[in-house]
């Protein structure tokens, strides 16, 4: 029974599944964002009239943008491409979301944040934890890292020859 403890706790703690768990972390915040993508999508006429335009643009443009945005970025994390710099546009939208949230004197359009308050707080959480510790090896990013790696390495053995 002691071996089994010992294999259980010793083994696992030496032998993560860390990639695997940033793969499945990507692909469950991908998902989550392009539904959230897809819903404002769908209610673009609804959230339209409580949405102000930003960078002196229409609400409609601006809206748009927002939505063409965040569906790349959901993309890009759910693939590991560009991983750290996909998150920092939802970042940013999750701090001004909870921010609205947490306004004491804020009308929030319904149908833009259709979510409780602290819903925005997991995603900052996760966000900030893909920042930090990358996308991993099961994405494009460690493979394209990897060609350009190959690469660098075997022009480097060619020129000292």
Known sequence: MSNFFKNLFLYSAGHT????????LRLFTGIMFLQLCIRQMLNFDKILPTFDGFLGMSPEASMTVLVVVELLCA????????TRLAVLFPLG????AENIFMSTNAVVPNQLF????????????????????????????????????????????????
């Open 17 to 24: 599944y860390s990639n695997l768990s940033r793969l499945f």
């Open 93 to 96: 939208l999750m701090l001004v």
């Open 75 to 82: 993309v890009c994390i759910m693939l590991g491409l560009l």
């Open 114 to 161: 259709n979510f409780e308050p602290g819903y925005p707080v997991m995603f900052i959480g996760i966000f900030v934890f893909l920042l930090l510790a990358g996308p991993g090896k099961i994405s494009l990013d460690y493979i394209i890292a990897a060609h350009f790696t190959a690469t660098v390495d075997d022009e480097q053995v060619i020129d000292n020859a």
